[in-house]
């Protein structure tokens, strides 16, 4: 588990840094580039694409993970768009809260019964 929380704080950090540089030097409005790169049906939107079905399957198994409480739909919102800067920092909590068990990392307690 320490390898993997390892990752995550390499990851947020890396990210972190990269997406200021980005928006510091193009700006903060993703959104019309994003789409505009799917119109367009080239490399970069097939790209887009495929990370937002990683985003809706993220934000789905995080809703899921809570049961689908009123709050598990609202941070399955936030993960679908706010993508690793949210997953990240998501399971290094969830991750504390497992005790070093992967099954309660993915299921949750409520779902494993522990």
């Known amino acids: 588990m320490a390898a993997f929380r390892a990752y995550l704080v390499m990851v947020l950090a890396c990210l972190s840094g ?38 809706g399957l993220s934000g789905i198994w995080v809703a899921w993970r809570h049961q689908f409480t009123g709050r598990a739909i609202a941070l399955g919102i936030v993960a679908f768009f706010a993508g690793m800067m949210f997953l990240a920092p998501y399971l290094l909590w969830a991750s504390a809260h497992a005790d070093g068990d992967a099954q309660i990392l993915l299921l949750g307690k409520e779902r494993t019964g522990r």
């Open 18 to 55: 990269y997406t200021l540089v980005v928006g510091f030097n193009h700006g903060w409005n993703l959104l019309p580039i994003f789409f505009s790169n799917l119109a367009d049906m080239t490399w970069s939107g097939q790209f887009n694409f495929d990370l937002m079905t990683f985003l």
